[in-house]
């Protein structure tokens, strides 16, 4: 959190609810969100409201966003996006498509 500050965040929220987080991204409320941990399910309508939006979602790595992966960064700009991804270290958890 603290290298995330960095970014001159005027403060962090948890609000609790996933779905809830990237629809306040989408809508303007909020610059960011990332999560590890998510299924595809959490992610797949989320990620096409906030890209239609205008907003940027891609992996924890910085790379595209893959959706069998449980992780996700979201924010208005992929300015924003990229920041996050370097500054935070990836936790890899159990695909959604392996067994």
């Given at each position: 959190i603290e290298r995330l500050l960095k970014a001159q965040a005027h403060g962090v929220r948890v609000i609790g609810s996933s779905t809830l987080a990237l629809c306040l991204l989408a809508s303007g409320?909020?610059?960011?969100?990332?999560?590890?941990g998510?299924?595809?399910?959490?992610?797949?309508?989320a990620t096409v409201i906030i890209r239609e939006a205008g907003g940027t979602v891609i992996d924890t790595s910085g790379g595209p966003?893959?959706?069998m992966s449980c992780r996700v960064i979201?924010?208005?700009?992929?300015?924003?996006?990229?920041?996050?991804?370097?500054?935070?270290?990836?936790?890899?958890?159990?695909?959604?498509?392996?067994?």
């Open positions: 409320a909020a610059d960011a969100y990332y999560q590890f998510l299924h595809c399910w959490d992610m797949a309508a966003l893959d959706l979201a924010a208005g700009t992929r300015e924003m996006a990229m920041f996050i991804a370097q500054e935070i270290q990836t936790i890899h958890y159990r695909r959604d498509d392996e067994n």
